[in-house]
């Protein structure tokens, strides 16, 4: 069993950046690929990133490409969502996720095993 906890949301003003870290605790996350997810008001959970075991492979949402860096510190069991020239639209809840023991980078809800209670961000313009 893997716990995932969420920190480093906030209140931020359009173009502004802000780091999110996703600590966990029961397991070593180096066994995980990890992503970041987000679900905004009256919407469905959309993926924003995710990366494989060693680091060595990202993928990206369209919406967030070439604006958010996912990376990971396996010694330190913490995944992070840099996220820079922040728009409105980027407006939600984000949560980390955890699917154990593949080598490619999972892009949908259904596949991952573990999530985290979520860190509010919120992007004023």
């Known amino acids: 069993q893997v716990q995932l906890v969420e920190s480093g949301g906030g209140l931020v003003q359009a173009g502004g950046s802000l780091r999110l870290s996703c600590a966990a605790s029961g397991r070593t996350l180096s066994g995980y690929a990890m992503g970041w997810f987000r679900q905004a008001p009256g919407k469905e959970r959309e993926f924003v990133a995710a990366i494989t075991r060693s680091g060595g492979s990202t993928s990206y949402a369209d919406s967030v490409k070439g604006r958010f860096t996912i990376s990971r510190d396996n010694a330190k069991n913490t995944v992070y969502l840099q996220m820079n020239s922040l728009k409105t639209e980027d407006t939600a809840v984000y949560y980390c996720?955890?699917?154990?023991?593949?080598?490619?980078?999972?892009?949908?809800?259904?596949?991952?095993?573990?999530w985290g209670q979520g860190t509010q961000v919120t992007v004023s313009s």
């Open positions: 996720a955890a699917r154990q023991t593949v080598y490619y980078t999972p892009a949908a809800v259904r596949e991952y095993d573990y």
